[in-house]
């Protein structure tokens, strides 16, 4: 029961993270927030490259590694849902394209492509918590989210340590400092 809720809680922060760069990236690059002239060839071209990265994340995040996975080998359950999220990417990465082609003739069409594909992102971001997360928590078994978060934590750590992380607990995790303190002329060790 502990590997399953601390998968889903790693989860929903990682899903918490991916909705506010898309959010952010939506409120920067929406059309209507570009007030006189529109932007420059070269802030198309940025915002292309914003709307690469965030796309990027949200298609490796964990969830899609290793939650997919394991609902996909549940059977057909899940068949039908994971179509319709497969279908949002696409369309999402299609978005992209046309804001891309747009970005590189200078076409104020760009801004309205990167809000679509923002827009689609959203809507599958938030059909993977109210009906994607639910339905994983059913049917996929306990064996499996030990399975995941194994490999979730394999992954982190070789995150941590691609990132030059010196050998010792991960952040947060960090030995607790002793100091002293003097109470009725005797020194206490206390952890910070």
Known sequence: MLTSTYTLVALS??????????????????PGAWWGEPPAMRQYAQACESLRR?????????????????????GAVADTLLAELDSLSRCAA????????????????????????????????EREEKELMPLARNRISGEAWFAIANQMLAHDAYQHEQR????????GLARPQIRHCAEKNHSLPIAN
């Not at 964990?62 to 996909?72: G, H, I, N, Q, T």
């Not at 299609?94 to 309205?112: H, I, K």
């Not at 030059?164 to 952040?171: K, L, T, W």
């Open 164 to 171: 030059g992380g010196a050998a010792g607990p991960p952040r």
């Open 13 to 30: 922060v990682e899903q918490a993270r991916a909705r506010l760069e898309v959010q952010a990236l939506l409120e920067r690059w929406r």
């Open 54 to 74: 965030v796309l990027e994340e949200c298609h490796w995040r964990k969830l899609d590694k290793y939650v997919l996975p394991a609902l996909r080998r549940c």
């Open 94 to 125: 299609e978005a992209r394209s046309a804001a891309e082609a747009a970005a590189s003739e200078g076409d104020p069409g760009c801004l309205a492509a990167i809000e679509r594909c923002c827009q689609l992102l959203l809507e599958r971001l």
